[in-house]
């Protein structure tokens, strides 16, 4: 089965196996992964989910916690700059959501997935 990226994979990955786990694996295999660095508390993080809300059916939003001991890696490369978004791995975006450079990306990838399939 192919690698499954979806918010909350730990708690998820269990899940996989199952016929639900499979068919929604199936549902956001192609979705873009939209990931978060963030940290509690965050209003610049809160503010920018609410402007990403309308894109949410196009993009799976991972949220990664930089206070976590396992993400002490994004602690120090983010910890002056968040919210910092990557989508797909890669940088995309810190501070605050560039709603023009997040479509642009996001089309981008929706038309590369479109050709692979």
């Given at each position: 089965?192919?690698?499954?990226?979806?918010s909350r994979t730990?708690?998820?990955?269990?899940?996989?196996?199952?016929?639900?786990?499979r068919e929604l694996?199936?549902?956001?295999?192609?979705?873009?992964?939209?990931?978060?660095?963030?940290?509690?508390?965050?209003?610049?993080?809160?503010?920018?989910?609410?402007?990403?809300?309308?894109?949410?059916?196009?993009?799976?939003?991972?949220?990664?916690?930089?206070?976590?001991?396992?993400?002490?890696?994004?602690?120090?490369?983010?910890?002056y700059d968040i919210?910092?978004?990557?989508?797909?791995?890669?940088?995309?975006?810190?501070?605050?959501?560039?709603?023009?450079?997040?479509?642009?990306?996001?089309?981008?990838?929706?038309?590369?997935?479109?050709?692979?399939?």
């Amino acid at each position: 089965m192919a690698l499954c990226l979806l918010s909350r994979t730990v708690q998820l990955a269990r899940h996989l196996s199952s016929p639900l786990g499979r068919e929604l694996c199936s549902a956001t295999a192609n979705k873009p992964v939209l990931t978060l660095f963030t940290k509690k508390p965050c209003p610049l993080c809160d503010e920018a989910k609410e402007v990403l809300e309308p894109f949410k059916r196009r993009f799976i939003l991972q949220e990664v916690d930089i206070t976590l001991p396992e993400n002490s890696v994004w602690y120090d490369k983010y910890k002056y700059d968040i919210p910092v978004f990557h989508l797909n791995g890669k940088f995309l975006m810190k501070h605050r959501v560039d709603i023009k450079r997040f479509q642009d990306h996001l089309m981008k990838l929706e038309t590369q997935n479109d050709r692979h399939q």
